[in-house]
């Protein structure tokens, strides 16, 4: 079955410096997607980032990148030049299913960023 | 383009009551699915609408049910609340028929119901 393993409950950053978040993910299939969401304390989830499992390139979006590496399994986020507005949860996801015929999403346990001025 | 709408963001109802929720999702996209989030359960999958079906379901029990319109928009209920019930619920709907592996899903702001 699928997995999402985030193992950094929380994080602390000074404002302006770059932070990386964990992710690993456990699957069988070949093809799938990974995202990361944003969650302030509202409770809205933001779509930050996505990452095929057949992207040669790394995905960037802003001040977001991910870091992704298939051997090991990993999808980190990367955050660059961090604001206090990065304060929130951020979850990082994996889509299930064979084709992408399903919208369901595996979520890891989320790491609480919060950014310091 | 106007978001995914929830409403009623909040919501208090008392043991053994019933509740439904509402979704809109973003105009044009047929696929509903419903997220329940707990301190202690995290992120769960409910079910996954798509044109008026139910494409995927997840491990809960049959208290909670859902549907989908025409226009796409979907409501969940959740007959015989308990006091575990209570918790944030996302809706979110995705653009790629199919679901595609490069179309996100666009979260709701949530509904936070209360049982007590």
């Known amino acids: 079955a699928q997995k999402i393993t985030q193992t950094q409950p929380g994080m602390f950053v000074q404002e302006k410096e770059a932070v990386t978040l964990d992710c690993t993910y456990d699957t069988s299939d070949q093809s799938y997607g990974l995202f990361w969401y944003k969650q302030p304390s509202s409770g809205e989830m933001i779509f930050l980032i996505y990452?095929?499992?057949?992207?040669?390139q790394n995905a960037t979006e802003g001040r977001y990148s991910l870091n992704f590496q298939k051997a090991r399994k990993s999808a980190n986020l990367v955050i660059s030049a961090s604001q206090l507005g990065d304060s929130a949860m951020y979850f990082c996801a994996m889509r299930e299913g064979l084709g992408g015929a399903t919208n369901k999403l595996i979520f890891g346990t989320g790491t609480l960023l919060a950014v310091q001025p | 383009k106007a978001g995914v709408t929830q409403t009623p963001r909040y919501l208090i109802k008392t043991r053994g009551q019933q509740v439904t929720l509402s979704c809109s999702p973003i105009?044009?996209?047929?696929?509903v699915s419903w997220y329940q989030q707990t301190p202690g359960q995290g992120l769960q999958f409910l079910f996954e609408y798509f044109s008026e079906t139910q494409r995927n379901k997840g491990n809960f029990p049959g208290r909670f049910s859902g549907r989908q319109f025409s226009n796409s928009r979907s409501e969940m209920n959740v007959s015989t609340l308990e006091l575990g019930d209570s918790a944030l619920y996302l809706c979110?709907?995705?653009?790629?028929?199919?679901?595609?592996?490069?179309?996100?899903?666009?979260f709701g702001n949530g509904t936070r119901l209360t049982v007590t």
């Open positions: 990452q095929g499992s057949y992207d040669e």
């Open positions: 105009s044009g996209h047929r696929s």
């Open positions: 979110a709907s995705s653009g790629r028929d199919t679901g595609g592996y490069n179309s996100p899903l666009h």
